[in-house]
């Protein structure tokens, strides 16, 4: 069974390093996702992602993200200069697309922990 | 603005006995709903979905989930849970736009005694 992928599982960074968080969404799905959630917090929305650009982003998502799909497979977000608050289990999800019937599927998360 | 809470924080059931975790949601239109569950240290899995039609969904795992839309709800049962079942649940509501963004509560852990 397609599975979203994501490397890797844990990383760990000091403050103020850049973070590059990967995703392999299922391969013919057409919109992709970021979401985090902070321990003992609720999963949160930080961008979507279509036909190669940011279709939707919280005020999470501020200048210090980025989110590129660089080739066919790939999904990352970047975290330009890392700060404590931004350790958090990260979550891509993907989506088939067009109807919005479809669900969204989740990989295993990565854990950042910003020391 | 959509919302979801999830009233209950824990939730501790014996084996054998049934299961409903409360999901109210706050969203403008008929929404998309959703219920998640998280096991410790692993993603989050699709229990069941409601979009339109039937509003008792049936999802997996023998779990099902009925909509009131006057209540604005969305309640998970399982009528008789297994030690399988200890792990977090979480309910969102899906945005019927493009971007179909999901917005989640803030969870419901289940405990299971054996």
């Known amino acids: 069974e397609p599975e979203v992928t994501q490397t890797p599982s844990h990383q760990v960074t000091q403050m103020g390093q850049e973070v590059i968080l990967r995703c392999v969404p299922i391969s013919n799905h057409l919109y992709f996702y970021w979401y985090r959630q902070i321990l003992g917090q609720k999963v949160e929305f930080l961008v979507s992602?279509?036909?190669?650009?940011?279709?939707?982003k919280s005020e999470i998502f501020d200048d210090q993200f980025s989110v590129e799909r660089p080739d066919g497979s790939n999904f990352t977000l970047k975290i330009r200069s890392t700060k404590l608050e931004d350790s958090a289990m990260y979550f891509c999800?993907?989506?088939?697309?067009?109807?919005?019937?479809?669900?969204?599927?989740f990989g295993p998360g990565t854990r950042l922990t910003v020391l | 603005a959509q919302s979801v809470t999830q009233p209950d924080i824990h939730i501790t059931v014996s084996e054998g006995a049934s299961l409903e975790l409360r999901c109210n949601y706050s969203y403008g239109a008929t929404p998309y709903l959703f219920w998640y569950v998280q096991s410790p240290g692993q993603g989050l899995q699709l229990l069941l979905k409601y979009f339109s039609g039937d509003t008792l969904v049936q999802g997996i795992k023998g779990f099902e989930a009925e909509f009131k839309r006057s209540q604005s709800s969305f309640n998970l049962r399982k009528p008789s849970v297994h030690w399988s079942d200890a792990a977090e649940y979480f309910c969102?509501?899906?945005?019927?736009?493009?971007?179909?963004?999901?917005?989640f509560g803030g969870g419901t852990r289940v405990l299971v005694k054996p």
């Open positions: 999800a993907s989506r088939l697309g067009e109807s919005s019937y479809n669900e969204q599927f």
């Open positions: 992602f279509y036909n190669n650009e940011i279709s939707e």
């Open positions: 969102a509501v899906g945005a019927r736009a493009a971007g179909n963004k999901l917005t």
